[in-house]
């Protein structure tokens, strides 16, 4: 278990699968933008319930594109979150937007509804988009969010890297937002053999834009750009094969994922440590359990014993965003007392789908003979 997520024991499940599929797109002689992505895109557009998929090379130009394909641009303010990875960031700077960050909720990790709403009762002509971010695969606070965002006619923007195939009310992640962006970089819950990402929507328009967007602004003409801010950013033909593979297992290791972090959060149960969920979590289909996180004031310390124990941990995420030498000095910075918590406290814990239950009762053993040693 030095890993948290280990890719090699969850290829290896599906090895065979996954080398015919590659296989196939080989001796096709088509690598980008064939029939594979188009399959991948309308598969995946009906698994999210959304009438288009537009495939592209990873998770951060998903946001980048679908903020672009919204119309915001440089000097316009989006609403996200500080603890989620950075990576909304990034896609603002690309743009030359600034970021209006938003505390989250102490007990959800996610964006907080109220203070949302406070922020677009504010300031809410001046934000052009809300990003909300199902961090560690958990969607609470979704369905307020998206009321809020209604209310104040915010577009709402879903980054649903960390929560392939979670519902929320019936409906799945990324037909909430009129724009869902996701990652499938190899270790997400539905990754390729590289990068990729994609952006889904109801919205055909979008999703036309979308399209230019990724392949240098192309419209009706090949080599002829008609949008600014384009570029080549291609979800290709071999990882498409793959996704389309492991997309049939998905809702299957996010029914284990589940079922781990409810072991998890049985096993440490009376310790000094927070953790995500309350025992029924197995049974709710909007949580899949993308990173297992515990809080503790006294991480550092649990951290270095299990890796004395042999127990991989990851720190997600050290620095957040206002905090990151990057981070324009423009931005609005309200105060964000639980995301600077959360970056000293969180430790994120081993959680992938071939993981034995055995092997979360070590880790939770560890923990217990740490909180015991005090
Ligand atoms: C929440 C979140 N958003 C966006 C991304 C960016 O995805 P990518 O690494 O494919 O650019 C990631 C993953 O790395 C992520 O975890």
């Excluded at 030359?96 to 990790?109: C, I, N, R």
């Excluded at 409906?171 to 990402?197: E, I, M, Q, R």
């Excluded at 270095?304 to 910075?333: F, M, R």
Aim: with cysteine.
């Amino acid at each position: 278990m030095k890993l948290i997520n280990d890719l090699g024991r969850h290829t290896a499940a599906h090895k065979d699968e996954i080398a015919a599929a590659v296989a196939k797109v080989i001796e096709s002689g088509w690598f980008v933008l064939g029939p594979e992505t188009a399959a991948f895109e309308q598969e995946f557009a009906a698994y999210c319930s959304v009438s288009a998929c537009v495939g592209v090379a990873n998770g951060t130009e998903a946001l980048e594109l679908a903020l672009r394909a919204l119309g915001v641009g440089a000097g316009d303010r989006v609403a996200g979150v500080a603890n989620a990875g950075g990576y909304g960031l990034h896609a603002m700077r690309a743009i030359g937007a600034l970021p209006s960050y938003v505390d989250v909720d102490d007990t959800s990790l996610n964006m907080s509804p109220e203070l949302l709403d406070r922020l677009l009762k504010s300031d809410g002509r001046a934000i052009r988009a809300v990003i909300f971010t199902h961090l560690y695969g958990n969607t609470a606070g979704l369905e307020a969010v998206a009321q809020v965002c209604a209310r104040h006619g915010a577009p709402l923007v879903e980054d649903c890297a960390q929560a392939h195939g979670a519902v929320v009310a019936g409906k799945k992640v990324g037909s909430w937002g009129v724009l869902g962006c996701f990652s499938f970089y190899p270790t997400k819950n539905l990754g390729a053999l590289g990068d990729g990402g994609a952006v889904v929507t109801a919205d055909e328009g979008l999703a036309g834009r979308l399209r230019q967007l990724r392949q240098y602004g192309w419209g009706k003409s090949k080599y002829v750009s008609e949008l600014p801010g384009a570029r080549n950013s291609r979800l290709d033909e071999i990882q498409s094969a793959v996704l389309r593979v492991k997309l049939r297992h998905l809702d299957g290791w996010n029914a284990r994922r589940r079922v781990i972090a409810q072991r998890y959060a049985q096993g440490l149960a009376g310790l000094p440590v927070r953790v995500p969920l309350d025992h029924t979590a197995a049974a709710d289909p909007g949580y899949v359990a993308h990173l297992y996180v515990l809080r503790t004031p006294r991480r550092d310390a649990l951290r270095a014993h299990l890796k004395n124990q042999g127990i991989g941990t990851d720190i997600h995420y050290p620095v957040p965003d206002h905090k990151q030498p990057s981070c324009p000095s423009e931005s609005a910075i309200t105060p964000l007392p639980v995301s600077e918590n959360l970056a000293i406290e969180v430790l994120t814990l081993p959680c992938y789908p071939e993981l034995a239950d055995i092997e979360v009762d070590a880790v939770t053993g560890a923990v217990h003979a740490w909180a015991r040693a005090g």
